[in-house]
């Protein structure tokens, strides 16, 4: 249950003798121009009776991650240089939200020093005018959002990465888990008057389509006979007065040998 990205409106390219040139100087970040950005993107959502998206650190700091490394190796893109998807470093850098994804980028260039008030009109006024980013903002599944923004020069890259947060893992869970790593797979609903969930899967991120559909685990397993290799682990919740399941993703581990 994955969402598609939105379609970019700038791209900026810098390149010299078929090479990708990459930047050594570390980019600054811009609190102040990701508060603004957060601000406005809620007022717009509210505007057309939605409600506010709610600020997650982390997802921010994941955000950044990205604006900083489409500065240093000199790339515009939501897959990056190693074929990551947003979905995927959500994923894999989220150690605690399960749910759905989405991302806009935008790209800001001026003289410096860009002031985060030019860097957020810029980029909110780009995004409107661009159906799949408008659509990202105003979608009503959306719950949680991060930003990032990262300074160089002339040039400001943001990400707003967005999370349809189906439920929330009481502890973090590592990415790298020993054989005999004993699960904690507590959930607490999101929203709290929502159901939890009663299984999971962990689904290979490599799947071999010779093998069967993996299994489904109840929350209590805390040793899944899984072999070792990197998974997602998937949370099925049960959809009220049917008996269907409804699968959301949650954090990426690898399971050792």
Sequence with gaps: MRRQTGV????IWLEAA???LECTETPSRSPEAERLILQASNEFRLSNNLPALIWDQTLSDIAYRHSEDMILRSYF???NPD???????IHRQHRRFIGNTGENL???VGAPPLAPA???EQAIAGWLRSPPHRANILDKAFTHAGIGVAVKGVEAKITLNFMQVRGILESPIPEILAPDYEFDLRVVAFPPKNTKPKRYVLQPLQPDPKRPDPATWPLSTRRPLVKPGRYTIQFCFPVPRSKF??????PQIEILE
């Design 77 to 79: 893109d939501h897959l």
């Design 83 to 89: 074929a990551q998807t947003p979905d995927e470093r």
């Design 8 to 11: 970019l409106f700038a791209i």
């Design 18 to 20: 078929g090479d990708r």
């Design 106 to 108: 935008s790209v800001v």
């Design 245 to 250: 399941l409804e699968v959301f993703p949650g």
């Design 118 to 120: 030019s860097i957020s």
